[in-house]
């Protein structure tokens, strides 16, 4: 039974995760326009990942428990390309991707590094979500944020805590998971809150 109920949380966050963002990418797409997206955020969350799929690697976890990582990056990267692309100049994206690749190499020089920075990684995780919900409070406006993006994104947190429970069982990435659940689900609550006002004030 163990088993089974792993097996599902493991393949269903993969199959959650391979189409993640994709709903937030054609949005922007499809408005060419990306109010309504926080650059900060996105910065936050692609670091906040890469941390958290180096300390992964380093300490040889399941790869089943992290697979989604790789994914949800190169989506990431892809949302940034084009929130540059949407306001005027792609190139600016260069150093942004140029930190990251080289934080992966950094992260793992010395065992202290990558301890500090997976207790880091839920404070920058945390801060990326406050950095959305701050830019929605701001323009109380959801724009072309996505909420099912958003909703998906507290279902691959709550199967993830499912998952760390039974195997790995660190508590640090235990109260990660836990920590952005809620802060996601804020977030979801928080978009659908403006479209809402947005669509009675039409």
């Not at 406050?130 to 993006?149: H, I, M, N």
Request: charge should be positive; proline fraction near 3%; aromatic fraction near 12%.
């Amino acid at each position: 039974m163990e088993v089974a109920l792993l097996g599902l949380c493991n393949w269903s966050t993969l199959g959650v995760c391979a189409a993640l963002k994709l709903p937030q990418i054609s949005a922007v797409l499809a408005a060419r326009s990306a109010r309504g997206l926080s650059l900060p955020s996105l910065l936050l969350e692609l670091a906040g990942f890469l941390v958290f799929l180096r300390y992964q690697c380093y300490y040889g976890y399941p790869p089943l428990t992290y697979l989604e990582y790789p994914i949800l990056i190169a989506q990431d990267v892809i949302l940034l390309l084009c929130i540059f692309h949407f306001n005027g100049n792609v190139k600016q994206a260069t150093p942004y991707i140029a930190v990251l690749v080289s934080s992966w190499f950094v992260l793992a020089l010395q065992k202290w590094i990558i301890d500090l920075a997976m207790n880091l990684c839920t404070f920058i995780s945390a801060a990326s979500k406050f950095a959305q919900l701050q830019c929605l409070w701001k323009t109380r406006d959801s724009g072309t944020v996505s909420a099912l993006t958003w909703s998906l994104s507290s279902y691959t947190c709550a199967t993830r805590i499912i998952t760390t429970l039974m195997t790995t069982n660190d508590f640090t990435i235990l109260t990660r998971f836990v920590i952005m659940l809620a802060l996601n689900i804020w977030v979801t609550v928080t978009v659908l809150r403006y479209r809402k006002t947005a669509i009675k004030a039409e």
